[in-house]
């Protein structure tokens, strides 16, 4: 069962949704969303008495916004328990403290951060809202300077936002230990039996020590056989704390050199935001992760990449870091950007004036030609973005 919602959906989502005849809730913001009549629409009355029946049915949402629908019917379920301890990352980092006993960490009102002392700090750490995505309002302090001036920008004038507050809350922060190593992202899901099932690792890469930019994620053969088995391990650790099945999920974690893995959040029924990372697997090698969670299946990782072995699998987040207003932008030059990578598959335009986002890049790179990659990484996007005159 699919509930869908603002902002986005892709057609490749809508697609495997109705090749396949998945049913899909008919909300008002999801007929909205989808003008096509032919897809399996089943009402809110009758998917709500389903799920009362069927609690360990399968459901997948496109959007963190569905999630207050189910909390507004099933607030007591355990469902409901599940996606608000994953989703408030305090929770989450109170129901995992026994497994992390060293990780420090403090929740603390937006109003009350101007009046921290610096002597209640231990650098370097994070500071990031309690409820967030898209990495808004997420500050790396590395010393006093860093936390002078990410107090002056964290305000409510800079964090306002067009997504709901189950999505993103800026009423909390949470203050935490800052987790050395690189970043990965996960699509899996929590089998029937609550083992974990992975569909997706990618590479977070960043272009500084202090970068929180959600630019560029990659994933490849590589990447997957490296640290597969290890993540299934750790995650199926997590999921059984939380009795997790039948429960798809986007995990973010950091590995240090020695291999340690440590969680940063875990994004609760669902893949990676924007229909970006399960569609990237689908469009670009054919493994499409929604089929083989509603179907119960695992992907068999010897074939996947037959004949792309050396070949990496992007997406680029096109945020805009230009410092250029949405205002003051008359267009944004896609033909440009396209021309600059070695093989972009997909290029998904949208309105910088409705969307935090000019949009996303799939792109497909021969392992000799990183080069691409750390280019987007560290561009402002000036070059392509068309000022009004």
């Excluded at 002597?119 to 002078?148: A, C, H, M, R, T």
């Amino acid at each position: 069962m699919y509930l869908i919602d603002k902002p986005y959906i892709s057609d490749f989502l809508i697609d495997t949704i109705k090749d396949n005849h998945y049913q899909v809730v008919a909300t008002k913001a999801a007929k909205e969303l989808v003008a096509d009549d032919s897809l399996n629409w089943i009402s809110e009355e009758d998917a709500i008495a389903n799920i009362k029946n069927n609690p360990s049915q399968r459901m997948y949402s496109n959007s963190e916004n569905v999630l207050s629908w189910i909390e507004n019917h099933f607030e007591e379920s355990e469902l409901s328990k599940q996606i608000n301890i994953l989703k408030d990352k305090v929770k989450f980092r109170e129901q995992i403290k026994a497994i992390f006993p060293e990780f420090k960490f403090r929740k603390i009102k937006l109003e009350n951060i101007p009046n921290i002392a610096t002597q209640e700090l231990s650098f370097p750490f994070v500071i990031k809202p309690s409820i967030g995505f898209l990495s808004v309002g997420v500050y790396i302090i590395k010393d006093e300077n860093d936390w002078i001036k990410a107090k002056e920008e964290i305000t409510p004038h800079n964090l306002k936002s067009i997504f709901p507050k189950n999505v993103l809350d800026t009423s909390h922060f949470i203050i935490e230990d800052f987790i050395q190593g690189e970043e990965y992202a996960i699509d899996y899901y929590h089998n029937d039996k609550g083992e974990v099932v992975i569909l997706n690792i990618l590479h977070h890469i960043f272009s500084s020590g202090t970068d929180t930019s959600d630019r560029v994620y990659s994933t490849s053969k590589a990447i997957v056989n490296q640290y597969k088995s290890e993540l299934e391990q750790f995650l199926s650790t997590i999921g059984n704390k939380l009795n997790l099945k039948n429960f798809p999920a986007h995990a973010e974690v950091r590995i240090d050199k020695n291999g340690k893995i440590i969680p940063i959040e875990i994004n609760p029924l669902r893949f990676g935001g924007w229909c970006t990372t399960g569609d990237l697997s689908g469009i670009a090698i054919g493994l499409n992760s929604y089929k083989y969670y509603f179907e119960n299946t695992c992907p068999n990782w010897d074939t996947v990449y037959q004949g792309q072995e050396n070949k990496i699998f992007s997406i680029i987040v096109l945020d805009n870091n230009s410092g250029i207003k949405p205002d003051d932008i008359a267009s944004f030059d896609y033909k440009a950007l396209a021309d600059d990578f070695e093989n972009p598959i997909l290029i998904r335009a949208l309105d910088i004036n409705t969307y935090p986002l000019f949009g996303f890049v799939f792109a497909e790179t021969d392992e000799r030609n990183k080069e691409e990659l750390s280019d987007i990484l560290s561009s402002d996007l000036r070059k392509y973005i068309i000022v009004r005159k």
